[in-house]
């Protein structure tokens, strides 16, 4: 079956869905405020103007619009001298060519216009003037056609797709309807941009592109009320993609920065048509007999602290930010909570809360990139329910492998049915004392706990950017490897597992697995009818049994395998340590290095010596009590 032609037909249904979806919350996103103070900031944002003093002038705009545009309405009025300009059946036009209507609105209201400014803007005028072009301007029963824009994103992935992996489908109707639309106000900055002879033309459109976005400011944009409905056909089949948005904004957009965007009450449902791949059909026919129901909602996502406004700056110029931009740029914070997916009417994956910070850079450099997740959850049983009715496993016969029934079977018997749990990871680095760590954690709820920390010590940027040389942009090969041979030090290491469950559900696998394949493999098949008790004893003595031929080599490694021998048996908490008794530095692993007494790299045991490696087990009843 075309299983990238599958994916790229439900990704595209809810490319709307989803795009509207850029969000976040502040680096400790306090759960119990968060959503007080995102009622209090709509309801800031929603809050009109006290007084409007200039009129919107509709004609003498259409005017210096000469052909490209035109703004049409039933009907306009200043209802007194400090009210906003009001217009009614208003529609925004696009002409030429091929005319469409961008959007309608039963009524506009605007607040302080300037409209000289806009056309001396539009005529090439007060290009170096910094304006501001209204207070605000609010719309009520909004409707946007967005078919010419879906078929255009479908155009674009398919020219991306291997050959063979499309299919045929088109976006018969694509609109989004929304009932109140407010910006808050909005400024134009200088014009920038200048147009270089002979440059290429990808250069010049990242250029052009990176010139509109530092052009403007704009206070704010709130879509309350919002539904994008799309119609999707395919060699014969249709479906249908709906999705509702309660509220969504952005909040102080900036040449390139953005405060925040925030989006509450997401919810989306439909059915793609999918090909049947056992239908003998050419190549270019594939027909879809089925539709894929989907399903999916998300209470709340936001995304605070992206700036992007002084990369875009180099981007217009079209040069590359030397190493001493160090403030260049942030992905901020983004927070996605209360959010599932479901295909086919069954749960695929939910999530309570998940949190991810990309916000401290020096220059393109990561100082923290951390991601938290809460009540995460992922249904295997399901994804196999849904993949068999999607697309029928062969007769066991014909394949000898197990039926998508029985390995369903498999694992709702071992628990391994539905993995669920909390987790975080960070990676950090300090620009000023070269401090870094990797860091994880996680519980998987009924099997495991694990945690991970290795810590080191890299460049200092102030020792880095020498190495790029004068104009920050040449990095010296030779340099920075030497920078890095004297300066990456080996600070230590951990890692823990805590068997909650993990140890009985591998065994109980282990016994299915003899059940199933065990008249292929004898030895295999001797574990069919065993307990797992019986099968973490024999896996605990095959480890002990192995320890004679390793220890021979590394005396170390006796305590270490049976450590490893008494986790397996008895459960508990399985550790190890690095833990040197000096910093180490790339040359103590050559043996160059003053504390070494070494004239050559060590060899393993000496290496074990050097890294302080210890492995140890912690018995279940001191994990329980809290022991780490």
Known sequence: MPWLAVFRALALSSVLAISPVLPSVPESAPQLTAESATDALFARLEARPAISTSNLDVESLNAALAGTARLTYAFATQDTPTAPTRLTDFRLELLGEKPSTL?????????????????????????????????????????????????????????????????DIGYDDASMNV?????????????????????????????LISALARSFSLESAVFLDADISQTITGSGASGTIVSSYDRQLVEGYDRGDIASMILTGVSFSGSIPVPDDAAEL?????????SVEMAGRSGYSAWT????????????????????????WSFGTYTLADTEMSLGGKTMFEIGRLDVAADKFAWFLPERISVTHEDASLNLVEILKWAEEIAPSAPPEETGEPTVAEVIGILERTGLGKLSGDGA???????????????????????????????????????????????????????????LDEQLVFIGGHYSLSDGGLLNALAALAIEVARFSGEDDPMLGNFAESTPEAVRMFASGMVMFGAGAVSQDLPQATGWISSLSQFINTGGTFKIELAPETELTASDFSG?????????????????????????????????????
Not at 105 to 127: H, Y
Not at 128 to 151: P, Q
Not at 452 to 466: F, G, H, I, S
């Open 305 to 328: 602290g992206l700036r992007f406004a002084s990369l875009l700056e180099y981007a217009e110029r079209g040069e590359l930010p030397p190493i001493t931009a160090r403030d260049l």
């Open 179 to 207: 009932g109140r639309v407010i910006f808050g106000s909005m400024t134009l900055h200088p014009w920038t941009f200048k147009e270089n002879e002979g440059e290429d033309e990808g250069v010049a459109a990242i250029r």
């Open 103 to 167: 959007f309608t609105a039963k009524e506009v209201l605007v607040w302080n216009a300037d409209t000289d400014a806009l056309i001396s803007r539009l005529n090439g005028q007060q290009l170096e003037s910094k304006i501001r072009l209204f207070d605000r301007i609010e719309m009520s029963g909004v409707k946007f056609d967005m078919t010419h824009y879906t078929n255009a994103v479908d155009e674009a992935v398919t020219a991306a797709m291997p050959t063979g992996e499309t299919l």
């Open 282 to 290: 050419d190549a270019a026919e594939l027909a879809p007999i089925r």
């Open 425 to 483: 990871f960070s990676l950090t680095w300090d620009g000023e004392t070269g401090s870094a760590q990797f860091a994880s954690n996680n519980t998987s709820d009924g099997l495991y706990t694990d945690e991970t920390r290795v810590e080191v010590r890299l460049p200092t940027y102030a020792q880095l950017v020498p190495v790029f040389g004068v104009d920050g942009k040449t990095p010296d090969q030779t340099a920075l490897s030497a920078l």
């Open 592 to 628: 160059a290095g003053p504390e070494t007494g070494m004239t050559g790299s060590p060899d393993l045991p000496g290496l074990v010596s050097l890294l302080g490696l210890s492995v140890t087990h912690i018995p279940a009843s001191e994990t329980a009590a809290g022991s780490p």
